[in-house]
C-alpha cells in the first residue's frame, strides 16, 4: 500500500522560483556511492538510464527506447540526443558504457555492482546514442535494478579531470540540480539546472526544475526536524517521528513510503548457537507478538512485515509466506520442549545446563530508529515468557562499520534490511557462501543448495509468470526454515507544506523529487 | 608579689598636655553590644580629646576590638549595639543613616585596623589605597590626589615615596604597610584616629616608627584612640588607659596611674604576667589561692656536658629564581645539659632554620651537629631514627603541627610509643598520656579533644606534652609563645621553666621577644641575616651588648617604664 | 604537548580493533559486513594501509610537521580544511558561552552575595540548580520552549546570530551555574577581609566596595577554572551542536570517530589541545592582570 | 581565649545542634537516602516491574496510579526511574571511584617521586585533561562498544585526570605541613608517616570533591546515554530515558522531563551535600 505521490495541483496560483527547505537526516561523507543515504541526494543530480512508475513498469529516462535480445543476454540502449552534463560534456554512448565499467570493475559503487553480479559482463558503446549491455546470462531483473538511484550516470570527463574531493563533494550529471555548495554539518545547497532536457518519463512536468534552489538540510533528531516544519523553516521534511504522523496528516500533505526490497527482519545465525536448531528458531518465530509489537512501537505507522525475505512493496511478494508463524506462545513452548530445552530458573529455559540465550546484536541508530528499540523491548519481555532470555546488544555506528559483529561467533540473531526495488535481492541476501566467494550479507550465514538453485532460476527466468512462481517459491523456503524473521518494512514518512504541490517519490526507493515541485501562493 | 619596684615612677607626664585643658571629642556612655544573645561589650562609657591618646588595653577576646568597629558603625553581621550615647563632636553616633556614616567614615574618623598586614587591598598600588578616602570623599582632582598620597606617604615617614606608591602592598614590608595604613587613615586629617594593635607582628625597631608616628600626630592635635594588649606599647603613647576584661571597662585612669599603681587586681595580674629581664626565675602568675609557694631553686647548669654542639653549620637555599641564598651562615654553638639557650633575632634571619638543622630534620649545606657528644646531623636516616626520642621540638604553631584527625590521645600515645619507654599496653599509654596532660595542667578529659577545639594556650600546652612523652632531654622551642596573649603566654612560660628545674631539660629557645628571651635565657644568641653576631650570658648581652644591632634592637624595645 | 595530544590519539586509533578499509567500504555502503581480501585492496593501496604502522604513524607526524594533517579518509580533503570550516561556529559557541557566562555569573553573584537572608539563598540556589543542569536536558528544553512551542529563535538556525542564542544559553547556564557557585564562595570569604573592612572605613559604599575591591579577588579562582572549562564546552558542544543542528567540530568529530576517520579525529584533538594551551596561556594572562603578584613570579 | 567546657548533661543535645543540619542539607540528605534505597532494594519503593509491557496503556499521562505516566511500551516510568537508580548510581559510584584510583595512583607517585617521575606524569596528566571527557569516551566506546562497563571506564577515565591534579596537588600541600615533619622528629619511618599521616590527610578533602563528583558523574553518564552511547535496552539508566524519552518531548512531555528533574535533584542533592561537607572541612581545617 504504496502511495507515491501527494500532489493535487489546482486551488492555489503557482510561483515560479523559490527554494524548498528540505529537512533530511544523515549527512553522508560523499554525495555519491552505495549507501541509500547518498542515493537520496544524488537522485537530484544525477540521472538514470530508465526509471520505474507507481505501477513497476520500466520508463524511460536517459534512454529513449531499448531492445533485448532473445536470448535475454544483450541490451540495447537507445540515447535521448542531446543531453549534456553540467561541465558542457555530452551525455553519450561512452559516457554510459564507461559508468557501467566505473561501478562493475573500478570500486565506483559497491552496491551497484553487488546488484548486477553475476550477471554482467560488459557495456559498449556502438555509436553515440546507442549503447549495449551484455550479461553472462539471462537476468529480467536488470532493468528494474537499474532504476535505482546508485545507476545516477555522471560525466566521465569531470570524473577523471577532477581531484577526490571534487568528485566526492559535486559530483557532474546531468540532473535537474546541481550541487552549489556543502555547508558540512549543515546543508547542501542546490541550484537548478537551467539547460535541464533530461527529465524522465514520469516526470510531472517538462523542462527545468521550476525552483531556484533545494537547500538539503540535515536534522538528526526528528523532534527538530518535525518542528522546522511546523514552524515553518523547512518545506518538506524526511522521516516524520511516528508520534507526530497523525498531526503531520491532519496539518500537511503525509507522503507515506515503503521501500521495496528486503524487509527489516531478525537474520537468525544458523551457523553457531541456539538458532542452528530449526526447532528452536521456529520457536523464536512464534514466541512473541511481533505484529502488536510494531504497532505499539510505531504508533500504528508503519505496516508489520511478516515475510522477511520480500517486503510487501517488492514484485513478486509472497503474501501467502508472510502469514507463517502467528503469535503463539503454546506453541512456541512445545517446539522448545520438543528441542529439549526445559525451563529453569526464572523461566529461562536450559539444556545440558546452557541457558536459552539469544545474543540480539542491532544497529542502534542507524539500522534501527528509538523507534525500532522499542520493538525490540518489547518483543524481548515476551520472548522472555516462553524461555528465552534475550539479550540486546545495540551496535554503534563504528562498530557496525567497522565490521565487529561479522562473523557466525559475534551474535544469534540480528535485524537488517536491504532496499532494492527487484525480488533479485534475494540472490543478494541469500546466496551461499563458498571459499571461493563469501557472501557476507547472508547474515544468516545459510547455505541451502534449493534455495538457491531457485533464486538463480528465478533470476534467468524470461516468462514473467514463472519467476514470480520461482521467486515466491523461495520466499516460502525461507520462511520455512526460519532462517530470518520478519518484521517490518523499511518506511519513509514524508511531510510536504501544504503550498508546495508536486512533491513526488521515485519508485524504487522513494528519493524525494523537487524538479516538478513548485510554490503556491 | 607585687609591681616591680623598678618600674620608674618619674614618667614624662610633664610633655603632655593637662588632661583637663581640652573639651571632650568622642563622650561614650553605657555602650553595649551583642552577637546574637550574647553581650560581648557590657556598658562601658569613656572619653577622648583632641590631642591626647587612649588606650584600650585588654586580654584577647574582651572586647577592644569589637568596641572600635562599634564607632565607625561596623560592629558586624547580626550584631546589635546600644548606648545612651555615643557623641563626636557634637554628631550623634548613635543615630546616622548609611550615607551619612560614610561621610564619617574616612573623614572624621580614620581607622586602622587589626590586622594591618591584609587590611591593605593586594591587588591595588599603595598609592591608589592612600588616596582612596580622598577620592571617596571628594578631594582635589586624580592628579592632586596622587599627589598628596606621595606627600602622605613622605609624611608617615615612607622612604621613596613615589615608587612606594606604585608598588602593591605585597612589595612592601609588614612596617611599610602598617605605615602606609595609617597614612591612609590620616589622609583628610580626621579629628579622631583610631588604631587597633597597629604595631603587633612589628619587628621591634619598626614597631618604634609607627608609635613615633602616630605620637606625632598626637601632637598635632588629633585625637587617637590605640588598642593594644601590649602595656609597654600602651606605657609609650598613651595618656589615658582603659582595661577591658570580658566586655568590661575594670579600670579607667591616666596611663602613669593604670600602668604603676593599678588599682584592679585584674590589672596587676596583667602586669605581672609581662615577662622582662625582672622576672627571671620568678613564676609570672601568681599561685593558685591557697597554696604556698616556696622559692624556687634553679638546677645548675652543668657546662661540662655539651648536649648539642652545633659546629660550623651553613645551609645554601636555592629559591625560585634560580639565586643561592645562604640562610644560615657559618652557625655555632653549645648547649649544654639543664641550660637554656635563647636565639634572638629578626624575621628570617634563619633561626627556624637552625633549629631544623639542629634537629637533623634538614641537611647542612656544610658543617654538622654533634649529639651528646656523637655524630648526629650527617648519619643515615636509619641510623639517626633510634636517637630521636633524645631530641624534642615544639613548634612555633603548635597547632600545624598536630594532625587534624588525631584527638589529642592519640597524638600522645604516638609519641610515647617512639620514647625509650614505650607503653606495654593500650592502659599504660593512656594512663601516661593523662599524666603527662595534667603536668601541662590539663585533664584527662582533653584525651579526645581534637587539637582544633583546643584553646591557642591548651594546644601550646599539649604541643610540650607531645614533646615531653619521649622523654627527651633537650628540647627545640621554636617560638613557642608568639601567639599568645600575657596571661597564657605567662602560664606557658612557667611551665617549662619549671621542668627545667625538676627535670633538667635543656632548651634551645627561639623568639624575637626579647623580653621572653631575657626572662627565660642563660645564654643568649643574636642572628642577623643568618650569623651569629653576639652571643654572651643572658645578662651581658641585653645590659653590654657589644654589636650595634644588638644596641638597636634594645633601644626600640618600648618599655612600661615609659608610661 | 600539542603533538603528544594528537600523536597518542593517532596511535590509539591504529591500535584500535578493526579494519580501517572494511570500515571505509562500509561506510561508502552503509553495511556492516565483511569484505573479501580482493574487494578491500585497492582500499589498502590508496590510503597507505597496507605499511607498516610505524611506517604510517611516521608518515603522520612528517606531515604534522609540515602543518599537514593528512587527508579525511571519508571526505577525501584535507583535514586542515575539514576542521578549518567547522571551526567558527564551535568558537563562536564556545567562547560566547564562556563570556556569557561571566557575565551572568558576576551580575548574579555581586547582587546577590550577603544581601538579605532571601535575596542570597535565591541566588546561591539558583547557583546550586544550574550547576547541576545536564546540557542537553536544558538544550532539549530551550529547544521545545523558545523554538517550538513559542517560535522566537529558529529551530534549525545554523550558524547565523539569531540561530546562535539558544545554543549559546544551553552551554552558558550550567557553566554559569558552576562559575558563579565559585565565585560566591570567594566573595563570601573577601566581602569579610580586613581590607574590606578598610576601605568600609574610609566611607565607602557597600557597592562600591563590591565592585572595586571584592570583586577582583573573588574572581580569580573562576579565572583558573575557565582554563578547565574549556574541555567541558567542547565537551558540551559536541551535545548542543547534536541537539541544534548546528554545524562545529562536535558533530564531525562523532562522525569522524563513528566512520573511523582516524585523520580528522587525530586533526580535531591537536586543534583542541591546541585550544586548550591557547586557553591556559590567556588564563595566566587574565589572572596575571587581574592579580599583579603573579606578574613578578615564575 | 579558652574554651568552657560543655556540661555533661545535655551534652549529646549540644553536639546535634553543633551538627546545625540547615534545611537544604537535610533535604540533600534526603533525597541521597531516598536513591541509595531506590539502589538497594528498588522493589521497596514500588511493587512494578520496570520491564513489564502493557500494550493497551501506553503513553499515559500522570496520574495516580501511574506518578510518571507510561511509555511507548506502556511501561510504568515511575517504576522505571526507580530501577534506574542502581545503573545510574552504580556508574556514578563506580565511575568516581575509578577515577579516584587512578588519580590517587598517579597523584601520589607524582607528588612523592618528585623529579622526573613527577614531570612524565604531570605530562601525561596535562595531555589527557586537554581531551574533551566526552571525547575520551566516545573513543573508548567506538572500541569497547556500549555497555554499563563501557560508560563506567568512560566517564571514569574522562574524568581521573582532574581528580589526579587534585591528588597530585594535596600530596604536595600535605608534605609540607608541619605534622608530617614533626612525624619525622618523633623518628617515624617515612612509611608510617605516608601511611598515618600524609595519605589519610591528603585523601581528606577529596571525600567531599568525589560527593561533588558522582552527581557530576551521573550528569555525564545520562549525557552518554543520551547521544545513544550508554547502557543497552530495557536498561531503565536515567540517561537511556531521557534518549529514549527525547522523540516525544512535544507529544509526551513527561517522559523526558520527569526523568530529567530526576537527574537534577539527585545531582543537586549530591552537589548541595559534596559543597556542605567541603565547607565543613574547610572550616575545620583553619
Ligand atoms: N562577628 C562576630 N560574630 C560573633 N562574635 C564576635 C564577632 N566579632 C567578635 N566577636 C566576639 O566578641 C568578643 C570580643 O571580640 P574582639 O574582637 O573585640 O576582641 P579583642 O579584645 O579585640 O581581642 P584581640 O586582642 O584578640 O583582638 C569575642 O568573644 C569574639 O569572639
Ligand atoms: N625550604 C626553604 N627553601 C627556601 N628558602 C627557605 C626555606 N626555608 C626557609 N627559607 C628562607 O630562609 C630564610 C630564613 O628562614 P627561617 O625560617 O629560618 O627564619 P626565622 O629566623 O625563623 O624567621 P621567623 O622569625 O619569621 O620565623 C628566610 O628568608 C626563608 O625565606
Ligand atoms: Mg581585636
Ligand atoms: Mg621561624
Redesign the interface.
Known amino acids: 500500500s504504496s502511495s507515491s505521490g501527494a500532489a493535487e495541483s489546482g486551488g492555489s496560483t503557482p510561483v515560479q522560483g523559490g527554494t524548498i527547505t528540505y529537512?533530511h537526516v544523515q549527512?553522508p561523507?560523499?554525495i555519491f556511492?552505495?549507501?541509500?543515504?547518498?542515493a537520496y541526494i544524488s537522485r537530484q543530480i544525477l540521472d538514470g538510464l530508465v526509471t520505474e512508475d507507481d505501477n513497476g513498469a520500466i520508463k524511460p529516462w536517459l534512454a529513449t527506447a531499448w531492445t533485448v535480445s532473445p536470448d535475454g543476454l544483450s541490451y540495447t540502449f537507445t540515447l535521448k540526443s542531446g543531453v549534456k552534463f553540467t561541465d558542457g560534456t555530452p551525455v553519450d554512448a561512452a559516457a554510459i558504457a564507461w559508468n557501467f565499467d566505473l561501478w562493475e570493475n573500478h570500486?565506483g559503487n559497491?552496491?551497484a555492482k553487488v546488484s548486477m553480479d553475476p550477471y554482467y559482463k560488459s557495456a559498449k558503446a556502438l555509436d553515440p546514442t546507442h549503447v549495449k549491455i551484455t550479461l553472462n546470462k539471462p537476468f529480467p531483473q536488470f532493468l528494474r535494478l537499474i532504476t535505482q538511484g546508485y545507476y545516477g550516470i555522471q560525466s566521465p570527463t569531470a570524473f577523471k579531470s577532477r581531484?577526490?574531493?571534487e568528485?566526492?563533494?559535486k559530483p557532474i550529471g546531468s540532473g535537474a540540480f546541481k550541487v552549489k555548495q556543502w555547508?558540512?554539518?549543515?546543508?547542501v545547497v542546490l541550484v537548478k539546472n537551467p539547460n535541464y532536457t533530461s527529465w524522465p518519463a514520469t516526470a510531472k512536468h517538462h523542462g527545468p526544475a521550476i525552483v531556484n534552489e533545494v537547500d538539503w538540510?540535515?536534522?538528526?533528531?526528528?523532534?527538530?526536524r518535525?518542528?522546522?516544519l511546523?514552524?515553518g523553516?523547512?518545506n518538506v521534511v524526511y522521516q516524520v517521528?511516528t508520534?507526530?504522523w497523525t498531526d503531520a496528516q491532519q496539518k500537511y500533505q503525509p507522503i507515506r513510503f515503503i521501500t521495496p526490497g528486503k524487509p527489516v527482519s531478525f537474520n537468525l545465525n544458523t551457523k553457531q548457537g541456539v538458532f542452528t536448531d530449526k526447532l528452536v528458531r521456529q520457536a523464536f518465530a512464534y514466541g512473541a507478538d511481533r505484529k502488536?509489537?510494531v504497532?505499539?512501537?510505531f504508533?500504528g505507522v508503519i505496516p508489520y512485515e511478516g515475510n522477511p525475505a520480500l517486503d510487501q512493496a517488492t514484485p513478486d511478494y509472497n503474501a501467502q509466506a508472510a502469514q507463517a508463524y502467528p503469535f503463539d506462545q503454546a506453541k512456541a513452548n512445545a517446539l522448545l520442549d520438543r528441542a529439549g530445552w526445559r525451563k529453569g530458573a526464572a523461566g529461562i529455559r536450559t539444556k545440558n545446563g546452557k541457558r536459552l540465550t539469544v545474543r540480539l546484536v542491532y544497529?542502534?541508530?542507524?539500522?534501527l530508529t528509538?523507534?525500532g528499540?522499542?520493538v525490540?523491548?518489547?518483543l524481548?519481555?515476551?520472548w522472555k515468557q516462553t524461555g528465552f532470555e534475550v539479550k540486546?546488544?545495540?551496535?554503534?555506528?563504528?562498530?557496525?562499520?567497522?565490521?565487529?559483529?561479522?562473523?557466525p561467533s559475534t551474535y544469534d540473531a540480528t535485524p537488517e534490511y536491504w532496499c532494492n526495488s527487484s525480488p533479485a535481492v534475494l540472490w543478494i541476501v541469500w546466496r551461499p557462501t563458498t571459499k571461493a566467494?563469501?557472501n557476507?550479507?547472508n547474515?544468516s550465514f545459510y547455505n541451502n543448495d534449493q534455495l538457491a538453485k531457485t533464486i538463480q532460476q528465478a533470476n534467468t527466468e524470461q516468462d514473467t509468470a514463472k519467476a514470480g512462481q520461482l521467486y515466491q517459491k523461495a520466499q516460502q523456503v525461507v520462511q520455512d526454515n526460519a532462517v530470518s524473521i520478519g518484521l517490518y518494512p523499511q518506511t519513509s514518512l514524508y511531510a510536504v507544506a501544504k503550498n508546495l504541490k508536486n512533491v513526488w517519490l521515485e519508485k524504487s526507493q522513494g528519493e524525494p523529487v523537487f524538479s516538478d515541485a513548485y510554490f503556491t501562493k | 608579689m607585687t609591681a616591680p619596684t623598678t618600674l620608674d615612677d618619674t614618667g614624662d607626664d610633664a610633655a603632655a598636655p593637662a588632661p583637663d585643658a581640652a573639651p571632650d571629642l568622642l563622650t561614650v556612655e553605657n555602650l553595649r553590644v551583642w552577637f546574637g544573645t550574647t553581650e560581648v561589650v557590657k556598658g562601658i562609657s569613656f572619653t577622648a580629646r583632641p590631642g591626647r591618646c587612649l588606650a584600650i588595653v585588654g586580654e584577647s577576646g574582651s572586647g577592644k576590638s569589637v568596641t572600635a568597629r562599634t564607632l565607625v558603625g561596623l560592629t558586624g553581621a547580626n550584631s546589635r549595639m546600644s548606648a545612651e550615647r555615643i557623641d563626636l563632636a557634637g554628631v550623634d553616633l548613635t543615630r546616622q543613616s548609611d550615607r551619612s556614616w560614610r561621610s564619617i567614615r574616612g573623614r572624621d574618623i580614620g581607622f586602622v585596623l587589626q590586622d594591618a598586614l591584609v587590611s591593605l587591598d593586594q591587588l591595588r598600588r599603595v598609592g591608589d589605597e592612600v588616596a582612596e578616602p580622598l577620592r571617596l570623599h571628594g578631594w582635589g582632582n586624580k592628579r592632586r590626589r596622587a599627589e598628596r598620597a606621595v606627600e602622605l606617604l613622605d609624611a608617615v615617614g615612607v622612604p621613596e615615596p613615589e615608587l612606594r606608591a606604585r608598588q602593591r602592598p605585597y612589595e612592601l614590608s609588614g612596617g611599610l604597610r602598617q605605615r602606609a595604613l595609617i597614612a591612609s587613615a590620616i589622609a583628610l586629617d580626621p579629628k579622631l584616629v583610631i588604631a587597633d594593635e597597629p604595631t603587633t607582628a612589628l619587628d621591634v625597631t619598626v614597631q618604634a616608627q609607627v608609635l613615633d608616628l602616630l605620637a606625632a600626630s598626637k601632637t598635632r592635635g588629633t585625637s587617637i584612640i590605640l588598642i593594644s594588649h601590649d602595656l609597654s606599647v600602651v606605657a609609650r603613647l598613651a595618656d589615658e588607659v582603659a582595661v577591658m576584661r570580658r566586655g568590661e571597662i575594670v579600670e579607667f585612669g591616666t596611663a602613669h596611674q593604670v600602668l604603676h599603681a593599678p588599682t584592679h587586681d585584674y590589672t596587676q595580674h596583667l602586669l605581672d604576667a609581662i615577662p622582662s629581664e625582672h622576672t627571671r626565675g620568678t613564676r609570672l602568675l601568681r599561685p593558685p589561692e591557697g597554696t604556698t609557694e616556696g622559692p624556687r631553686t634553679r638546677r645548675p647548669v652543668d657546662r661540662d656536658r655539651p648536649v648539642v654542639q652545633a659546629r660550623n653549620v651553613s645551609k645554601v637555599f636555592r629559591g625560585p629564581d634560580k639565586i643561592n641564598r645562604t640562610v644560615v651562615d657559618d652557625v655555632s654553638f653549645d648547649l649544654y645539659a639543664g641550660e637554656t639557650l635563647g636565639i634572638v633575632g629578626e624575621s628570617g634571619s634563619g633561626k627556624t632554620t637552625t633549629a631544623r638543622i639542629t634537629l637533623a630534620l634538614l641537611e647542612a649545606t656544610s658543617g654538622d651537629v654533634l649529639l651528646h657528644g656523637q655524630p648526629w646531623s650527617d648519619i643515615p636516616t636509619a641510623a639517626s631514627r633510634p636517637l630521636r626520642k633524645q631530641i624534642g621540638i615544639i613548634y612555633q604553631d603548635p597547632l600545624s603541627s598536630f594532625d587534624p584527625r588525631w584527638p589529642v590521645g592519640r597524638i600522645l600515645s604516638d609519641a610515647l610509643a617512639t620514647g625509650s619507654r614505650p607503653p606495654s599496653s593500650k592502659a599504660e599509654a593512656q594512663e601516661r598520656a593523662i599524666r603527662l596532660l595534667e603536668q601541662v595542667g590539663l585533664s584527662d578529659k582533653h584525651l579526645t579533644t581534637a587539637p582544633l577545639r583546643l584553646s591557642g594556650g591548651q594546644r601550646q600546652r599539649v604541643a610540650i606534652a607531645r614533646a615531653l612523652a619521649p622523654e627527651p632531654g633537650i628540647i627545640v622551642c621554636d617560638e613557642p609563645v608568639s601567639a599568645l596573649d600575657v596571661s597564657v603566654q605567662a602560664q606557658v612560660l612557667d611551665l617549662l621553666t619549671e621542668l627545667q628545674d625538676d627535670l633538667g631539660v635543656s632548651y634551645l629557645f627561639i623568639s624575637h621577644d626579647l623580653g621572653v628571651i631575657h626572662h627565660v635565657s642563660d645564654r643568649i644568641l643574636v642572628m642577623k641575616s643568618g650569623k651569629i653576631i653576639e652571643q654572651g650570658d643572658a645578662d651581658d648581652v641585653f645590659q653590654q651588648p657589644q654589636h650595634p644591632y644588638t644596641q638597636r634592637l634594645l633601644t626600640a624595645l618600648p618599655q612600661l617604664a615609659q608610661a | 604537548m600539542v603533538i603528544a595530544a594528537a600523536s597518542l590519539t593517532f596511535l590509539a586509533q591504529l591500535l584500535m580493533p578493526g579494519d580501517r578499509a572494511t570500515a571505509l567500504m562500509n561506510v561508502q555502503t552503509g553495511q556492516q559486513k565483511r569484505w573479501t581480501a580482493a574487494e578491500l585492496a585497492p582500499v589498502n593501496k590508496e590510503f597507505g594501509f597496507d605499511r607498516p604502522l610505524p611506517v604510517q604513524y611516521l608518515h603522520y607526524l612528517g606531515g604534522l610537521f609540515r602543518g599537514d594533517l593528512g587527508t579525511s579518509y571519508t571526505q577525501h580533503r584535507p583535514v586542515t580544511q575539514v576542521i578549518g570550516g567547522q571551526l567558527a561556529p564551535t568558537l563562536i559557541l564556545t567562547l560566547g558561552a564562556l563570556v556569557t557566562a561571566w557575565v551572568l555569573a558576576v551580575a548574579i553573584t555581586v547582587l546577590t552575595v550577603k544581601r538579605t537572608r532571601a535575596v542570597s539563598a535565591l541566588g546561591s540556589t539558583w547557583e546550586a540548580l544550574t550547576a547541576s543542569l545536564p546540557n542537553y536536558w536544558v538544550g532539549v528544553v530551550l529547544l521545545v520552549v523558545f523554538a517550538v512551542k513559542l517560535p522566537l529563535f529558529p529551530v534549525i538556525g545554523g550558524s547565523n546570530a539569531w540561530g546562535t542564542v539558544l545554543p549559546l544559553a544551553t552551554l552558558a547556564i550550567p557553566l554559569a551555574g558552576f562559575l558563579g557557585q565559585v565565585t560566591r564562595d570567594e566573595l563570601e570569604k573577601v566581602l569579610d577581609q580586613p581590607f574590606v573592612t578598610t576601605a568600609r572605613t574610609r566611607g565607602m559604599s557597600d557597592t562600591a566596595v563590591r565592585l572595586r575591591h571584592a570583586l577582583r579577588h573573588a574572581v580569580l579562582p573562576a579565572i583558573t577554572l575557565s582554563g578547565w572549562a574549556l574541555g567541558a564546552l567542547v565537551s558540551g558542544a559536541i551535545i548542543t551542536e547534536n541537539i541544534f543542528a548546528r554545524p562545529g567540530i562536535g558533530q564531525v568529530l562523532v562522525t569522524a570517530v563513528n566512520t573511523r576517520d582516524v585523520p580528522t579525529v587525530s586533526g580535531i584533538v591537536l586543534v583542541v589541545a591546541v585550544a586548550y594551551v591557547v586557553a591556559n596561556l590567556l588564563v595566566d594572562v587574565a589572572y596575571a592582570l587581574v592579580d599583579p603578584r603573579l606578574r613578578g613570579r615564575s | 581565649m579558652t574554651v568552657s567546657p560543655l556540661p555533661t548533661a545535655g551534652a549529646r543535645l549540644v553536639r546535634l545542634d553543633r551538627l546545625r543540619i540547615r534545611p537544604s542539607t537535610a533535604v540533600s540528605l534526603i533525597v541521597v537516602l531516598w536513591v541509595l534505597l531506590a539502589t538497594i532494594a528498588p522493589d521497596l519503593l514500588t511493587n512494578r516491574s520496570p520491564t513489564a509491557i502493557d500494550l493497551g496503556g501506553t503513553m499515559q499521562a500522570p496520574s495516580w496510579n501511574h506518578p510518571f505516566g507510561t511509555d511507548q511500551a506502556g511501561r510504568d516510568l515511575f517504576t522505571r526511574v526507580i530501577y534506574g537508580a542502581r545503573q545510574s548510581m552504580g556508574i556514578g559510584l563506580g565511575a568516581t571511584a575509578l577515577a579516584m584510583v587512578i588519580a590517587v595512583l598517579l597523584g601520589f607517585t607524582a607528588g612523592l617521586a618528585g623529579g622526573f617521575l613527577d614531570a612524565v606524569i604531570t605530562r601525561v596528566v596535562e595531555v589527557t585533561f586537554a581531551f574533551p571527557a566526552l571525547l575520551l569516551a566516545l573513543l573508548v566506546i567506538s572500541v569497547r562498544g556500549p555497555s554499563q562497563a563501557t560508560e563506567l571506564i568512560a566517564v571514569g577515565i574522562g574524568s581521573a585526570p582532574g581528580y589526579a591534579r587534585m591528588v597530585r596537588g594535596q600530596v604536595l600541600n600535605v608534605r609540607q605541613a608541619a605534622y608530617i615533619e614533626a612525624a619525622a622528629a618523633l623518628g617515624h619511618n617515612r612509611w608510617t608517616v605516608i601511611r598515618q599521616h600524609l595519605f589519610p590527610n591528603a585523601m581528606r578533602p577529596l571525600v567531599a570533591v568525589m560527593t561533588l563528583g558522582i552527581g557530576q558523574s551521573v550528569v555525564w553518564a545520562s549525557s552518554l546515554s543520551f547521544l545513544g552511547l550508554g547502557v543497552p535496552p530495557p536498561s531503565s539508566e536515567w540517561g537511556a530515558l531521557l534518549d529514549a524519552g527525547r522523540e516525544y518531548i512535544t507529544t509526551s512531555w513527561w517522559l523526558e522531563i520527569l526523568p530529567g528533574l530526576v537527574i537534577i535533584v539527585v545531582a543537586l542533592a549530591a552537589t548541595s551535600l559534596g559543597r556542605t561537607l567541603q565547607h565543613k572541612l574547610e572550616g575545620a581545617a583553619s
Open positions: 529537512a549527512e561523507s560523499c556511492g552505495g549507501w541509500i543515504q547518498q570500486s559497491a552496491s581531484t577526490r574531493q568528485n566526492c563533494e555547508k558540512r554539518g549543515e546543508e538540510k540535515f536534522v538528526a533528531d526528528g523532534v527538530s518535525y518542528a522546522s511546523t514552524t523553516q523547512a517521528p508520534s507526530n502488536a509489537a504497532k505499539a512501537g504508533h544497529g542502534s541508530g542507524y539500522v528509538k523507534e528499540e522499542t525490540l523491548q518489547i524481548q519481555e515476551q540486546l546488544i545495540p551496535a554503534t555506528q563504528a562498530e557496525g562499520f567497522s565490521g565487529k559483529y561479522s562473523s566467494a563469501p557476507y550479507n547474515e
